[in-house]
């Protein structure tokens, strides 16, 4: 099983459908985030969490919301999706103490706004 | 501004033929820089970490350098596993965990 569990690995919805992509992980890991990857743009960070009590905004957070439910689960919505947000969303972890920049990476939910 | 640039967007080499990966940066105070390998339907998996100018890492037949300005992920003799897209990261704010990425060069290897 992954370490990194993204739900659902697919999602087709339409212009103004609220939506809400999952994460979970059994890494024991403290830090998640969530990115989006579109072509020529490459990977950028919506939101990130370090603790359960701990919400950031990443350099693209306008039109999402997250919620760290657990030390393990982290969720990103979409409250009134639009076409732009069509991308391909990446949930990562990283351990907290140990700053070598690894971060592990869910296999990615592809979300198609119409 | 921080900022990664990678290059080329794309590389298409025959087995074998040994080549280099370019990822220039322009950071205050670059403290790592990291390289990811992602297959293509799947999330980015961790290759290296890279702190100061000098040091190498070596797996398998990639290495990876680096320079005040930039690093290379350096392919000898590469075979078809390979192909996939290669990004290169670095540590932004106060947290090392927070990276930006570079949009990646994406390799095939070409029996």
């Known amino acids: 099983d992954a370490d990194v569990t993204q739900t659902p690995r697919n999602r087709i919805t339409k212009t103004g459908k609220r939506i809400m992509l999952e994460c979970s992980q059994t890494?024991?890991?403290?830090?998640m985030y969530w990115y989006r990857q579109d072509p020529g743009l490459g990977l950028r960070l919506i939101y990130y969490s370090f603790d359960v009590k701990d919400i950031n905004k990443g350099e693209i957070s306008d039109g999402y919301s997250v919620s760290r439910q657990a030390q393990a689960k982290f969720s990103l919505s979409l409250e009134s999706a639009i076409p732009n947000q069509t991308a391909l969303y990446f949930c990562a972890t990283s351990r907290d103490r140990m700053n070598t920049g690894e971060l592990f990476f869910g296999e990615g939910s592809r979300l198609t706004v119409l | 501004e921080d900022q990664v640039t990678q290059s080329p967007e794309a590389l298409r080499l025959q087995e074998g033929e040994s080549s280099s990966l370019n990822c220039s940066y322009t950071v205050s105070g670059l403290r790592g820089l990291f390289w990811y390998r992602q297959d293509p339907g799947k999330g980015p998996e961790f290759l290296f970490t890279l702190y100061s100018a000098g040091e190498e890492k070596e797996k398998e037949r990639l290495k990876a350098t680096l320079t005040k300005k930039e690093s290379f992920l350096h392919i000898t003799a590469p075979k078809p596993e390979d192909s996939a897209t290669y990004l290169c990261a670095v540590p932004i704010g106060g947290a090392t965990n927070k990276l930006i990425f570079g949009t990646g060069t994406l390799l095939a290897v070409q029996p």
């Open positions: 890494k024991g890991h403290d830090r």
